[in-house]
């Protein structure tokens, strides 16, 4: 091939002019193009991302970034007739296309910027970065059409290539919409979405209420903190459901609540979310918050001597390879080592006394208050759900990368069930779930030696108390997020969209993900209310 650099150059400026990106690497010259998302674009469901890339070596792989974060390779070889009539001489021209669907409500309400990266078999890149817009209506995936109710739309108004829809509902809250035509797909995309209406107002509101910030109350002569986020537009004469947010092992108050994605999927559906702190930081030395929870206080598990494990004293952890975190609180309560959370007061109590501080300050809708847990507040979250105290407090549940310690199965109790979702991590060396269908408990592998109750055996259970058909292995779940498998089992009492208890994992280690994670889980709670 003979391509000087001077013409090389002035297609690149030619380029440059519709936005595609030319390497500067002359010694291997490329071209990429990215044509979905546009720029300055709005997208509000299941569109594509595309565009094409050339090299004179040939291109290696399409590599995609959102928000500056690594999130998959591009399928790559797409028929491109009009490129290889404009580049005859780029041996890769006619197959130099790039595309795949793409749900862009997985992620949150807001601008973002996805960064296309074209890598040439001999080394040379080429970048282009797109800032957009996403916009959606309360669920990330609406799977039932019937959620959608387009009679009640109050007034249409039509444009020579768009329409306006006033007062379309959409799983229950009315939406003002534009639809208009995309060159791009050749169809009527939605390009626009506006709440009509606040969530559901109702009487029953406290009086003079109090704002977002940092406050105290005293639970069992004990001080205890805690964090309030309102969402945009809060009003004393409208009922908002209520999200209190465990944190993890040293975490605090801002561990969930300084997460941009947090706070604006939050104002988007219109939750308060309450971040209290664990205790901890007022032991001498000590300043690690922690929750307490079913063996974490005492260092035993649940299943007594166990001959799976060498020289096992029924202990949560192997104490000669696993550090001593023992708090002074549970001097008088640790029966070993492996003791490893705070004994100081009963985090059951403080839980039911926050919830009702809340409700004497705040808005809230009582059928709608759910408890979310990550980590170590993953881990207390399955007991909070057993306590006789949380029947008729919590609609739903749900544990981040936090599994019981070994041998604590035990459901909620009968009388009234509490959905609950798990989210972890398939490498997580810090808490390991075990391989779809194991049974047996799991052990660290980060340095300390703990044993944990496996996703699949504490999720069976649960099922199995709510009468789910678990006769058979969990079944996958399609909850929108193409990388995450969830799965559940069937005929659960009750039973809604997704099952009562939905067991999801995703190929990552001790990590939140709270970027995709936190819309799953408001996904999964919107589906509950007591």
Known sequence: MNLNKEKHRLRCFAMAIIG???????????????????????????????????????????????????????????????????????????????SMAFNYKALAVGAHQVTARALSKDGAIAVRQVQFTVDRFVSSFITDPDEVDISAVSDVTLTKSALQLKGLRVEGQAFDVALSFDTATQGFELTEITPQESPTAGAGCPGPSRTAGEYTLNSQGVERAFRVHTPTGYASDTLYPLIIAFHGWGGDTGEFLDNAVVRSESDQRGYIVVAPLGLGQEEPGNHLASWSFSGSTTGLDGDGLNALVPNDSSAICDDTVTADYRYPSCQDTAENSCSWTQCTTDDFQFTADLVADIQQHYCVDTDRIYALGGSNGGMFVW????EESSLGIFAAMASLIGLPH???????????????????GLRDRTVPPGDWGEASFTTTTDGDRYYYTGATAITK??????????????????????????????????????????????????????????????????????
């Not at 500067?24 to 490329?30: F, H, K, N, Q, W």
């Not at 979905?36 to 970034?65: H, M, V």
């Not at 070994?406 to 972890?424: D, F, K, Q």
Request: aromatic share 10%; hydrophobic share 35%.
């Open 20 to 98: 595609s990106v030319c390497s500067s690497t002359l010694a291997d010259p490329m071209v990429l193009t990215l044509e979905e998302p546009r720029e300055g674009g709005t997208y509000t469901g299941i569109s594509n991302l595309r565009g094409w890339a050339i090299a004179e070596s040939g291109i290696d792989k399409i590599e995609l970034d959102i928000d500056g974060v690594y999130a998959f390779d591009i399928p790559m070889g797409g028929s491109r007739g009009d490129v290889a009539s404009a580049y005859p001489d780029f041996p890769n021209a006619e197959q130099s296309g790039f």
């Open 383 to 386: 007991d909070l759900a057993r």
């Open 406 to 424: 070994r041998g604590y199965l035990s459901p909620p109790m009968a009388t009234e069930e509490i959905p609950v979702m798990s989210i972890t």
């Open 461 to 530: 259970a649960w099922a199995e108390a709510y009468g789910c058909d678990t006769s058979s292995a969990a079944a996958p779940i399609d909850v929108g997020v193409s990388d995450v498998d969830c799965r559940g089992w069937s005929f659960c009492r009750g039973e809604t969209q997704w099952p009562a208890v939905l067991d999801c994992r995703r190929d990552m280690g001790h990590a939140y993900g709270l970027s995709w994670s936190w819309p799953l889980i408001l996904d999964f709670f919107d589906q509950h209310s007591r």
